[in-house]
């Protein structure tokens, strides 16, 4: 097993979120209610981090399952065909073990999300008490209030939405950085690395972001009432009401806050990585 990408995802997924933490705030609470008016209340640095803690706690042991099992899959299908570690890798096999990678998360990263996003959301009405008081209380009063199960809102969107989009993250930073690598080099240089990265992350976006919206939209469902039955029913409705094009609402901040994000995680990720299997 290939531990050292376990370890060095779950270092680079870290520091991911200091690094788009802020933009993930406004995304979030663009989805549900498109207002402009909304942000003014965002324009304060504590609103921005609302809710970091349990994301950043948890998203280590979402990325280091990301990039584990991404790396673990990926070597498995490469002796399945008989290949060697330093044989190239075949595209199939990368949108597949990046597919593995970002459903595996979903256990983990579920109940993590539908709180940071019930903690963001907060902020809309900024004249009322508050009715989570932290990550902890959130959680617990989920759990209590709508069951172990209100925990997993927009888990089947989740899968949706990290599956294809964890698939194409992959592909796309290995496409790149083999297109971009130097024929005397057999790692990419850290300018391809960080090209590599954000463009990876943007692709990801661009076909996740459809089913982000729809999971946004289940887990704030919760806060004033339950709104919507369900997946379906929540995608129907949403764009039975407001068109086809509400699927992509926040894909420019999506996109905005990928690329810097996800250079930032494949630099610390490929930096620990080297590090760990560097001869000692």
């Given at each position: 097993?290939?531990?050292?990408?376990?370890?060095?995802?779950s270092v680079g997924g870290a520091f991911g979120v200091a690094v788009g933490y802020p933009l993930d705030t406004v995304k979030v609470n663009h989805h549900p209610h498109p207002h402009l008016h909304q942000l003014q209340v965002l324009?304060?640095?504590?609103?921005?981090?609302?809710g970091m803690s349990m994301p950043l706690s948890t998203v280590s042991i979402s990325s280091s399952l990301v990039f584990g099992t991404y790396r673990n899959v990926l070597h498995l299908l490469q002796e399945l065909?008989?290949?060697?570690?330093?044989?190239?890798?075949?595209?199939?096999?990368?949108?597949?073990s990046g597919f593995a990678g970002g459903v595996a998360q979903v256990l983990v990263m579920s109940p993590a999300d539908i709180v940071k996003v019930r903690l963001q959301c907060q902020s809309e009405l900024p004249d009322s008490r508050p009715k989570y008081r932290g990550p902890v209380h959130c959680l617990l009063s989920i759990a209590r209030d709508e069951g172990l199960l209100g925990?997993?809102?927009?888990?089947?969107?989740?899968?949706?939405?990290?599956?294809?989009?964890?698939?194409?993250?992959?592909?796309?930073?290995?496409?790149?950085?083999?297109?971009?690598?130097?024929?005397?080099?057999?790692?990419?240089?850290?300018?391809?690395?960080?090209?590599?990265?954000?463009?990876?992350?943007?692709?990801?976006?661009?076909?996740?972001?459809?089913?982000?919206?729809?999971?946004?939209?289940?887990?704030?469902?919760?806060?004033?009432?339950?709104?919507?039955?369900?997946?379906f029913h929540c995608l129907?409705?949403?764009?039975?009401?407001?068109?086809?094009?509400?699927?992509?609402?926040?894909?420019?901040?999506?996109?905005?806050?990928?690329?810097?994000?996800?250079?930032?995680?494949f630099a610390m990720y490929e930096l620990v990585v080297r590090f760990l299997r560097s001869p000692s």
């Open positions: 097993m290939h531990l050292a990408d376990f370890v060095a995802g324009y304060q640095v504590s609103g921005f981090y609302r065909r008989h290949r060697g570690a330093a044989d190239a890798h075949r595209k199939a096999d990368l949108f597949v925990l997993y809102r927009g888990s089947a969107a989740l899968a949706l939405r990290d599956g294809p989009s964890f698939a194409t993250y992959f592909l796309t930073y290995n496409s790149i950085c083999d297109a971009l690598r130097s024929t005397d080099s057999s790692q990419p240089g850290w300018t391809v690395v960080l090209l590599a990265g954000g463009v990876s992350g943007m692709c990801g976006w661009a076909v996740g972001t459809p089913m982000d919206v729809i999971k946004a939209r289940l887990q704030v469902s919760g806060v004033s009432g339950r709104r919507y039955r369900g997946f129907s409705h949403s764009v039975r009401s407001e068109g086809p094009a509400v699927l992509f609402r926040g894909l420019t901040v999506n996109c905005i806050r990928a690329f810097p994000v996800n250079m930032s995680v």
